[in-house]
Each structure stands twice: as structure tokens, then as C-alpha cells.
């Protein structure tokens, strides 16, 4: 799929170009009645609680209700679709991930561009991945993992949360830029994943911190090195993947999006206050509990990031061969 990037950050850019009397009162009556926040996952996961986190924030400011709704199912793609198709009002927001951006590559047949179809609100957060392995693997480092895969690639499987999810992406990436090859398990979920490797199943995974950092603490999972481009205060002593392969880097964010053509003013009025919120401090620290920290930064800000994202995993897709359609 070709990735219309100069279309999409001119669409996040647009709001620029509108008087600037009728955005102000069109702003200042929104919101009249109850808006709902479209979820493309299940209940209960980082994505849902954040979009819950941030609902209460938004009905406890503007004075109207701001609901989620779970629309789970075929890889993110129900709900991103749902979103996509309703009404540009500003009444129903979406809220994305990354596998948004990793979608528009690996499905070929979607009914829906999440480019040129959504229009960036906000980032709220990133969360950093981490590679892991089992205890039981006798490699200490990246590089140690690397010439045991070498060695000997076909003791090591590769748990994810399923196709196209970030952590097999992230591992894909890895590689990509290792020269190696590892046996892809995919799961229903990340949770799933951790589970069987936990159990020994599959010898290595790539997760949100926020999910596996408990069975780090505990011993019970090897931090071999964080997927960002620095260390990380979550997992103090633990070395980048970067520090072996320069340039590696892999992340999973949310945010605030909303159908195309959202006016401008609405757009500007709720990136305020996704700022504001991830400025709150009880907020901020539920974030970062999660993997976080927020972020805060403009429409366009976030349209990059979207553009920048989808145009890196179309080329790991491209190398991996992975499709989910």
C-alpha cells in the first residue's frame, strides 16, 4: 500500500487554515451532549484503560459524558473501521494505536485508510517494549542472543500477541537488523503470549513493559535490553537493543483521533485538553504505571508520529512477508 504521508500531515495541519471567530464559538459549545470514545480492543487492556482514564477526565471538565465502547475483533480493524464511518462531529472519537499504523500495511483489503480516514487529536502516551527471554535461556546479553540464534536458530520460538501486534513487529525488526531468523508463535493477546513464556513454550517475546514488568521484577523473565532509543527508569541496569544494533527502536502509543474532516476548532479544543489531562498529575502517574510517561504535543505533532510509524513498519511488513488477510 502506497503511504499518502504529505496528504495526511496537511490534513493534521488544516485546522490552521480556518477564521478564527466561528472556530472560537463553534469550540466553546462543544461539547452539547454526550461523545462517545470508540476502542478497538477489549476491555481491560492499556489502550482501554487510558481511553477510560482519559473519558473521566473529559466528563469531569466539559460537563458532558464522555463514553467508551469496546468494539474488539479482527485485529483492531472492526472498531478502527466503525470509527472511521461515523459522523465528523466530534461526538465519536477514536481511540488508536499502533497497530493502526502497522494495519494499513499488513491487511490489503481494508475498507478503510486509517491515513486519510482519521485525523490526528493527540498522543497520550508511549510505552516502551522490552526484549525477554526465559530464564532458562543461556544468553545474558542481545548479543549473546544473537549468536545463539545463529548457532542454532531452531530452539528458539518467538511468542507475540498475534500478527501484525506490536511485539511482532518489534521482533520481526530485530530480525531484520540481526540477520537472523526465528519461528514466529502467535497468540490471541500479549497475555497469552507471556503465559506460554512463562512456561518455557516459546523462548523469547518482545512486550509492552507495562505487561511483563512484574515478572522481571520476580525473576521469573530475563530483560535482555529495552526497545527504546535510551535506558529506561523502569528497568534500571537494563541496556538498549540499540547499544547492539544501532538505530533499532520499537514502541507501542496511543491516541486521540477522530473521523477526517472533524472541524478544525473541535480538533484544537480536544487536543487541549488530552493535554491538559496527561498534565494531571493523578493521571500522569496511572500512565506511567502503565508503561508510560504521557506526552503532550499537537495535532500535527501526533499526525507525524502516525506517518513516520506506518511508513516503518510497511518496510518490516514488506521484509517479514507477514499478512493477516
Known amino acids: 500500500m502506497t503511504i499518502p504521508r504529505r496528504r495526511f500531515l496537511q490534513t493534521a495541519a488544516a485546522a490552521a487554515a480556518f477564521p478564527a471567530l466561528p472556530r472560537v464559538a463553534h469550540a466553546q459549545a462543544y461539547p452539547a451532549r454526550s461523545v462517545r470514545i470508540l476502542v478497538a480492543t477489549s476491555a481491560g487492556g492499556t489502550t482501554d484503560i487510558v481511553a477510560r482514564l482519559l473519558a473521566q477526565w473529559m466528563t469531569d471538565k466539559l460537563g458532558q459524558a464522555f463514553v467508551v465502547e469496546n468494539r474488539p475483533g479482527g485485529g483492531n480493524n472492526i472498531g478502527t473501521e466503525a470509527a472511521a464511518r461515523s459522523p465528523a462531529d466530534g461526538y465519536t472519537l477514536f481511540m488508536a494505536n499502533t497497530v493502526n499504523a502497522i494495519n494499513n500495511t499488513l491487511y490489503r483489503n481494508l475498507n478503510y485508510n486509517f491515513i486519510t480516514d482519521f485525523a490526528p487529536v493527540a498522543i497520550l502516551m508511549s510505552s516502551p517494549v522490552v526484549m525477554q527471554v526465559h530464564p532458562t535461556v543461556p544468553a545474558n546479553s542481545v548479543a549473546e542472543f544473537i549468536a545463539l540464534a545463529k548457532a542454532d536458530p531452531s530452539k528458539l520460538n518467538m511468542g507475540s500477541g498475534g500478527i501484525g501486534a506490536t511485539g511482532h513487529m518489534a521482533g520481526e525488526l530485530f530480525q531484520l537488523m540481526a540477520g537472523i531468523k526465528l519461528q514466529h508463535v502467535p497468540y490471541r493477546g500479549e497475555a497469552m503470549a507471556l503465559t506460554d513464556l512463562l512456561g518455557g513454550q516459546v523462548q523469547v517475546a518482545f512486550t509492552t513493559v507495562g505487561s511483563s514488568i512484574q515478572y522481571i521484577k520476580a525473576g521469573r523473565l530475563k530483560?535482555?535490553?529495552?526497545?527504546?532509543?535510551?535506558?529506561?527508569?523502569?528497568?534500571?541496569?537494563?541496556?538498549?537493543?540499540?547499544?547492539?544494533?544501532?538505530?533499532?527502536?520499537?514502541?507501542?502509543?496511543?491516541?486521540?483521533?477522530?473521523?477526517?474532516?472533524?472541524?478544525?476548532?473541535?480538533?484544537?479544543?480536544?487536543?487541549?485538553?488530552?493535554?491538559?489531562?496527561?498534565?494531571?498529575?493523578?493521571?500522569?502517574?496511572?500512565?506511567?504505571?502503565?508503561?508510560?510517561?504521557?506526552?503532550?504535543?499537537?495535532?500535527?505533532?501526533?499526525?507525524?508520529?502516525?506517518?513516520?510509524?506506518t511508513e516503518k513498519w510497511a518496510k518490516v511488513i514488506r521484509f517479514s512477508g507477514a499478512r493477516a488477510d
Open 223 to 309: 530483560p535482555l535490553g529495552v526497545c527504546t532509543a535510551a535506558p529506561i527508569a523502569l528497568l534500571p541496569g537494563i541496556p538498549t537493543v540499540a547499544a547492539t544494533l544501532p538505530g533499532y527502536e520499537a514502541s507501542s502509543w496511543n491516541g486521540l483521533t477522530a473521523p477526517k474532516n472533524t472541524p478544525p476548532e473541535i480538533i484544537e479544543r480536544l487536543n487541549r485538553e488530552v493535554n491538559a489531562a496527561m498534565r494531571d498529575a493523578r493521571i500522569a502517574a496511572r500512565i506511567t504505571e502503565l508503561g508510560g510517561p504521557p506526552i503532550f504535543g499537537s495535532a500535527a505533532d501526533f499526525g507525524k508520529i502516525i506517518a513516520t510509524d
